[in-house]
């Protein structure tokens, strides 16, 4: 209870006109990338991760918080006007949202996006507050083994996540785990893999890899395709007249949604930010099925319905509070962008863990703070104040804002250390991610791989150390036994179990 | 592009990297030794090791799946942009320094535009919008956050 009254008083932060600055600031980033199509708000977190080395840690968590629960949101904006979701996670709202705007309703179907946002960011953020001190207890009661398999755990996931692609997983993780063995052992004072020079013996930072697996491949990626499809959409969007007064969702559609499908919604979306890999996307999708299973109007789905938006809108947006309680318990990320956030606590010396939320609440309550109210103010704020512009986003053209992105990617990567060294990795990286997702091998993989192998590694061999060398005592460890089994089973329900028939056919049109 | 030969696509060009530098990797890791290990301790190459054998299994199931699809990659022209890039980006890192941000990220500004095929119509909006950038990013990265970047005095003497 004492960790919950110190996160609370923790959030008068934003009070402060300055970390308020970076909050508004941050969402306005994310609200940007997020609605353009290509960018995501994991880039805007990885182009804005050199900057944190500048500033205080609170308003670069703020900023964070207030960029993920932004980018959430907005992709939802090209995806009802043009049919073109701005981030993955609004594919559903894409399916139902540009039936109305077609129909002559899509400012209507922006407020549902909004509204359903709103209501699952911030029950997101709350369930992450009030649960957050229960699982850090129950993170306490975690011992070197368990942590071991609860890491193992989290990498296993990640990789099956993406069931036709798991050798490619496999290898994009496994890579991570080895860029991340360059530099001093983990446990031992022996440098590892720095080839005769200096440069190396520290280890790779997270932040070039970052930089060059988000922003320099993107720029690589774009660069391809730089002509494809810009005059159509420019001309869709120029056509587009959205009014302010038809946002507000009329009472009745509300009511005929019904609470408990926001309820609900939000808590799937909660529940699947909380497991490894699983991201924004799925949470949307899973909702949106569950949704469309027991609608009373399942007719509706495909041909604009509000409960698919608000489904989707309300898990995609939930999930930003469920994806923060690995990482801030246990280090170990839900998704790409808390992934980023880690390093930006890392940075800043702090080691993410139940003893983070006892000792250093006042640095947590702002982040938490930031996402609630980012949720509840800035998503209908936003749209009021800049929804008739908002389609406009989409006409900015590629050639300005993808220079304008490699400049910012390159000399972020310099001005965090002032390393030509650093900037030369980042682009390295950049080449090396480029390739990778043009054969779908996964940088996401590769980032967690590169966050928890040193994890992976430090557990395993403290625990086999502690037990003379003997692997049985991750069978004899309850805890550890416990992770064993919960992989085993997401294995099997991922990969073995064939899904249901009518889930199976939805899963295969999108 | 189906007719391109097999072994020189980069589905196979990419796992054939991952397995040249995963052999670098192993044979890097066998040259690591530990100053101390007591009993049942892993030494700091044991898990290196392991995940350059993970690594090999992996591989060794992409390269199966990869020479049993029967089609290659896209069309071979796509990739001379991206390259361009990258030889621009190059460009850019070596002459950070000696030419200072200001000319060097007017140059690297300019080169994208020119890949982006960006106003190169008309040159005075090509300049203006190159200037534009230039300056913006100046104005983020020393005057907002008070970084300090290389001056072009700096890199010569």
Known sequence: MDIFVDVLSGMTALADPYVLLFMIGGFLVGTFFGAMPGLTSVLAIALLLPITYTIDVVP??????????????????????????????????????????????????????????????????????????????????????????????????????????????????????????????????IPRFNFGTELLVEGIDIMPLVIGAFAISEVLMQSESWKDGLSSTLEKAKNIKIRRRDFLPPRSEIREIGLMAYLRASLIGYGIGILPGAGGSMAAFVSYAMARSSSKKPHEYGNGSREGIAAAEAANNSMCGGAFVPMLMFGIPGDPTTAIVLGVLVINGLQPGPRLLENQAELLGPMLGSLFFSALILIPLTLWLFGPWFIKIVSIPKGLLYTGIAVVALVGSYVATYSIFQMSLAVIFGVLAYFMRKQNYSTVSMLLGFILGPDLEEYLRRSLSLSDGNPVVFLTNPDSLFFLALTGLFVWAILIRKPKKGLAEMGSDI | MADRAPLLRTG????????????????????????????????????????????????????????????????????LRPLLVIVATAGYIALFRPLGYWLSTLAFSSVLFAIFHYQIRKPHLFALYAIGVTVLFYGLFAGVFGVRLPTITEGFF
């Open chain 2, 12 to 79: 196979v060009l990419l796992p054939f990297f991952f397995l040249i530098v995963t052999t670098v990797y192993l044979a890097a890791a066998f040259n690591i030794h530990s100053q101390f290990a007591g009993d049942g301790e892993m030494s700091p190459r044991s898990v290196p090791i392991l995940a350059a054998f993970v690594m090999y299994v992996a591989l060794a199931v992409v390269f199966f799946n990869e020479f049993r699809k029967p089609t290659a990659d896209g069309p071979a022209g796509e990739m």
């Open chain 1, 60 to 189: 670069a968590l703020v900023m964070c918080a207030s960029i993920f629960m932004a980018g959430m949101y907005s992709g939802s904006i090209t995806a009802t006007t043009i049919n073109i979701p701005g981030a993955p996670s609004s594919m559903m709202t894409a399916v139902e949202g540009n039936v109305l705007m077609k129909k002559g309703f899509g400012a209507n179907a922006l407020g549902h996006a909004a509204l359903g946002s709103m209501i699952g960011g911030a029950i997101g953020a709350v369930l992450l507050m009030a649960f957050m001190p229960v699982a850090a207890e129950i993170s306490l009661l975690i011992r070197t083994p368990g942590k071991f398999s609860l890491v193992l755990f989290a990498l296993v996931v990640i990789v099956i996540v993406d069931k036709g692609n798991i050798a490619k997983g496999i290898v994009a993780t496994v890579l991570g785990v080895m860029i991340a063995t360059v530099g001093i052992d983990v446990l031992q004072p």
